[in-house]
């Protein structure tokens, strides 16, 4: 597996980190399990000490350098490849490795893909996660190199194989980037059922520091203009309960990032400043307690590849609001697990959000039944369906 941009041990909820390092992470554990085994290739940081890790059973994370050892920042890594390429090479034949295929993440990844497929004259198989057209369709945020869209529409042309996480993936990449409908498999996300469970409402508000009796609105994940927490945030002035209730921003850079310091002033400036917690980045060992401490998550993205964060509230038996974004449509039951809004806008998050606070007059559904709507989503699941898809690229055989 290749992911060169970012590592699947990075810090999750900082800028370049979050559901693509989860995926790699979980799934290639699950391979491991399974007995495949599974070398997985990123860039060497400053951090890394050890350049090869071994993760879990049959996995190691393998840190590669460039040639001149120095630090390569993701905006420069396309003009790296060859160097990875290289490092990528010395490494394999220094302990006389031979792949069956390769899985790559992510564009930047694909590129460095695409020359081992040559030389290697083995399968490759892609995983966008996010697609540059998409991106800039919706127009947020610094708009994506037209690199980034050359080089994914070739390599849905010479990949033997493009997964996508959801079938709206699929039928964006045939027709933003003219793919095959044949050549692309859908494999989706999964969960971690094991550590994200529901645990008592007022046990893990109090673990958390949080009032008993405040309703409390959550949001989980990167601080990234896509991400649309500026909507969320304003959506607070409409809701009837907005004294005592709380909105809660885990994810982000630390609180003298400008992305936290930008959405500070839009809470104080909104006069929401006692109402919005800026939590930080949290271990996702924590995470179950945020989402059984709140009464919704809310997922007011512009664009999501599948949104786990969703998946992870669910299987903590918290219901999601959502923008139709990945794989919430998909996901969610509306008006019983979560609500789809038809747009990122505030009026709609907080008529969504106001549905599923509590209230006397209206019957709830239980954590345990949420909890139950998504119990399919297990990352061995995932696994399988990845190995199937492997199985079925290998019996190709060398490629031409
Ligand atoms: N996450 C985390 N700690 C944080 C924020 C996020 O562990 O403070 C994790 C979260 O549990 C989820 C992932 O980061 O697994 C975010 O994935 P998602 O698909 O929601 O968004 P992406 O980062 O892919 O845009």
Redesign the pocket.
Known sequence: MLSIHSSPLGP??TRDT???S?YIREAARELGRMGHKVDIFTRRTAEVGDPVIALTENVRLVHLSTGNGRNVPKEALHRHIADFHRALESFRNRHFLDYDLIHSHYWLSGSLGEMVRESWRRPHIITFHTLGAVKNSIGVGESEPLLRIATEKNLAATCERVLSTTPKDKVQLIRLYDAVSDKIGVVPCGVDLNLFRPLDTAVARRRLGFASDHPIVLF???FDSVKGIDSLIKAMIYLRRRDSLRLVL??GDGLASPATRRLQKQASDLGLQDAVTFAG????DR?PAYYSAADVLVVPSLY??????GL?ALACGTPVVATPVGAMESILQQGRTGQVVTEAAPRLFAEAIEAFLPNKARKTVSAADIRASVLQFSWSKVAAALAAEYVGVCAIGAIS
């Open positions: 999750l909820g979050g559901g693509m989860v989980v994940g990167r885990v994810g980045r949290i271990v996702q995470l999501e590849s599948f949104g786990l964060v992870e």
